[in-house]
């Protein structure tokens, strides 16, 4: 069964500080990893999807890096705003198999950029 | 676009109480889904939906069923609620093909008293 971990739960950083959340999975066979953020009491925003055959993708200050064989991704954001704060969620879908529309999410890392 | 759309935003039920929480999408998305998420717990898909008529279960599917009869709404009803039901339950919608990229509602907070 598929687990995805994410470390740290928490975090807290200075404003303009670079920074680096992890996620890693314990199957290998994904078809694809995808971040999001949450805010309180909101739904979830797709940030960046990473297909199994690419190595990472960017978006803005937002960079996610894939390495499947060693299932782990990690989610780098630069120069980290207040606006920032937000609990990250990274989700993994399988290859194929019964199982193979369903998500697997961790359980986030929480983010608070301090100004 | 709307998105995802869910109604109603907060719920309090009592026990053995039945609801139904609504889900709408407009991106002509044809696969639907529903999860589940506890404090300090990862999402937990209940039931999904690759088109109208056809659905089926997710992990957490006990307590729970849906319908879709049409490819913009998927209903999840809740018969004779629990309160391990408490939970805060999203809706979310993708294309069949190429990414799959998910696309969540606001969510519906439920809890049960």
């Known amino acids: 069964k598929q687990e995805v971990t994410q470390i740290p739960a928490a975090l807290s950083v200075p404003e303009g500080e670079n920074l680096v959340l992890n996620c890693s999975f314990t199957?290998?066979?994904?078809?694809?990893l995808q971040w999001f953020r949450q805010d309180p009491g909101k739904g979830l925003t797709s940030l960046l999807l990473i297909q199994s055959s690419q190595r990472e993708q960017t978006s803005g200050r937002l960079n996610a890096s894939l390495d499947k064989s060693s299932g782990r991704s990690t989610l780098y954001i630069a120069a980290s705003q207040p606006g920032d704060s937000a609990t990250y969620l990274c989700a993994v879908r399988p290859t194929s198999g019964a199982g193979s529309y369903q998500l697997t999410f961790g359980k986030g890392t929480k983010l608070s950029v301090i100004p | 676009n709307a998105g995802v759309t869910q109604t109603p935003k907060f719920r309090i039920l009592k026990i053995g109480q039945s609801m139904t929480l609504q889900c709408a999408q407009d991106m002509n998305h044809n696969y639907m889904y529903w999860y589940r998420q506890d404090p300090g717990m990862g999402l937990k898909l209940i039931y999904y939906?690759?088109?109208?008529?056809?659905?089926d279960k997710g992990e957490v599917p006990n307590g729970y069923n849906v319908s879709r009869s049409t490819t913009e709404d998927f209903p999840l009803r809740l018969e004779l609620a629990a309160p391990s039901q408490t939970s805060v339950y999203f809706c979310?919608?993708?294309?069949?093909?190429?990414?799959?990229?998910?696309?969540f509602g606001p969510g519906t907070r439920l809890t049960v008293t």
């Open positions: 979310a919608s993708s294309y069949g093909t190429g990414s799959l990229e998910q696309y």
């Open positions: 939906s690759v088109g109208a008529g056809i659905t």
């Open positions: 199957d290998s066979a994904i078809y694809n």
